[in-house]
Structure formats: C-alpha cells, structure tokens
C-alpha cells in the first residue's frame, strides 16, 4: 500500500490514500504539478496483516515543462 501527499498526509493525492500496488517493485505517480515536494509512504501486506508504515520519504518534482511531471517510486 502507498500514500502520497503534498502537506505532510494532511490531505493525499488523488488516487493515493491507503492504495494497494500490489506485488509491484516500484510505481509511476502521474498527474503530479511541477516543482512540488511530495511525501510518500509504504506498507506491506501477507495472511499476517499490514505492516506499519514505513519511514516518510520525499521527492520534488522538476520544474521543466512541457512534460508532464511523474515520481518514480522505489519500493525495493
């Protein structure tokens, strides 16, 4: 499960509140605006149930447009 957020998980972004991803590795986070700090956390999940969170992790997006901003997210 990943959470993202702009605002230290005071709100989420959209789509990114407690989602599931999965057996994935890492994830691309789109729709994002440019040059923005963004917070993510992870958890994972078996029959034992669902790990705490990890440690808060952070990115900011480049400022370079036209293209659309993206954070790749490592899980691994």
Same mark, same amino acid.
């Given at each position: 499960?990943?959470?993202?957020?702009?605002?230290?998980?005071?709100?989420? #972004?959209?789509?990114?509140?407690?989602?599931?991803? +999965?057996?994935? !590795?890492? @994830?691309?986070?789109?729709?994002?605006?440019?040059?923005?700090?963004?917070?993510?956390?992870?958890?994972?999940?078996?029959?034992?149930? #669902?790990?705490?969170?990890?440690?808060?992790?952070? +990115?900011?997006? !480049?400022? @370079?447009?036209?293209?659309?901003?993206?954070?790749?997210?490592?899980?691994?």
């Amino acid at each position: 499960f990943i959470d993202i957020s702009s605002d230290n998980f005071q709100t989420f #972004i959209a789509g990114y509140n407690n989602k599931s991803v +999965g057996g994935a !590795l890492a @994830a691309v986070v789109n729709g994002l605006n440019p040059a923005t700090a963004y917070q993510y956390r992870v958890r994972s999940a078996n029959s034992s149930g #669902i790990s705490p969170n990890t440690p808060v992790a952070s +990115g900011t997006t !480049l400022s @370079a447009e036209p293209v659309e901003p993206v954070l790749t997210v490592d899980f691994s």
